[in-house]
């Protein structure tokens, strides 16, 4: 059984006004490794959510304590995200695109929750000299294995950094972790002043998230805090950031990975080919893309 832990606070900005956000549908006992994949297919599973009144952070309540889904990640398999590469493979060259003003190829970059290394391995063939750091096992060994990355098997509180990187990215990474205030002064650490940090994130206050309510495709288990604007600037502002860039996020996927999060029967039948083939961007621009630069003292 998962270990839980109730808040009478805000854990972003400690502000004690809090209150009922979505009643979760979640049953703790029952959660398992696989629940966490990134190709979970389950949505509409989430936890009880409350919000800040101040900072406008919507977190779980009860929420799993520091370290309690460590386990979960470390147990991890996901075969389908590494057969997602195309798709992932699209949305993470745009990135690099916009990185590289910022940061040009040629810098040092390490990339939180790396998951198979499809984003480290186009980074590199741009020319950054990469570094990544991932929880899953499994998930290490094929980074390994589709392009010879050697990742960081771990968290980020264990990660033994001799250097300070230029660009920090966490792609899709802020809404599973625990703490984010803890997770953010650890993360500035490892980030050379002047450094520029890579965010997506989904963003709670997005049309798309208001109007699906309880149906929105970014609730699932993994997935234990959410941001909008407000919030995130307050976590940039708070730990020295300052924002370059920030963008509406569309993610790019086959149909044949939306359509079988929508209808999972359809997994390994005919159509496979085809509609791996067919990339759609998923216009619903509920995530935020933010670039943010680290002050120099
Ligand atoms: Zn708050």
């Not at 984010?180 to 709670?204: E, H, K, N, R, Y």
């Not at 970014?218 to 020295?240: P, Q, T």
Request: charged content about 20%; some cysteine; overall charge positive.
């Amino acid at each position: 059984m998962i270990r839980l832990q109730s808040l009478d606070r805000c854990p972003l900005c400690q502000c004690p006004q809090i209150k009922l956000f979505k009643k979760g549908t979640v049953v703790p006992e029952r959660i398992r490794a696989d629940d966490f994949k990134i190709t979970d297919s389950h949505y509409g599973t989430r936890w009880t959510f409350f919000s800040c009144r101040q900072c406008g952070f919507v977190f779980a309540n009860p929420t799993p304590a520091q370290g309690a889904i460590a386990q979960f990640y470390a147990a991890l398999a996901d075969e389908e995200y590494s057969q997602e590469d195309e798709g992932r493979g699209r949305n993470f060259s745009n990135i690099l695109r916009r990185l590289r003003p910022h940061a040009p190829p040629g810098s040092t970059l390490l990339d939180v929750g790396a998951a198979s290394g499809i984003f480290l391995n186009l980074a590199r063939n741009a020319g950054y000299r990469v570094a990544g750091i991932e929880p899953s096992a499994a998930l290490v060994a094929d980074a390994e294995k589709f392009y010879g990355l050697k990742l960081f098997c771990g968290t980020m509180e264990h990660f033994p950094a001799g250097e300070k990187f230029a660009v920090i990215t966490l792609l899709d990474v802020l809404e599973h972790v625990t703490d984010p205030v803890a997770f953010f002064s650890v993360l500035s650490g490892f980030l050379a002043p002047g450094g520029m940090l890579v965010i997506v994130t989904p963003d709670i206050g997005s049309l798309a998230a208001r109007i699906l309510g309880g149906r929105w495709w970014h609730y699932r288990v993994a997935h234990i805090n959410f941001f909008n604007r407000s919030s995130l600037d307050w976590l940039l502002e708070k730990h020295g950031f300052e924002i370059t860039l920030r963008k509406r996020f569309a993610w790019n996927f086959s149909a044949y990975y939306l359509l079988t999060r929508l209808l999972p029967y359809l997994k390994g039948k005919a159509l496979q080919k085809p509609l791996k083939k067919l990339h759609l961007k998923l216009q619903l621009s509920d995530s935020w893309e933010i670039y943010a630069r680290k002050k120099e003292k």
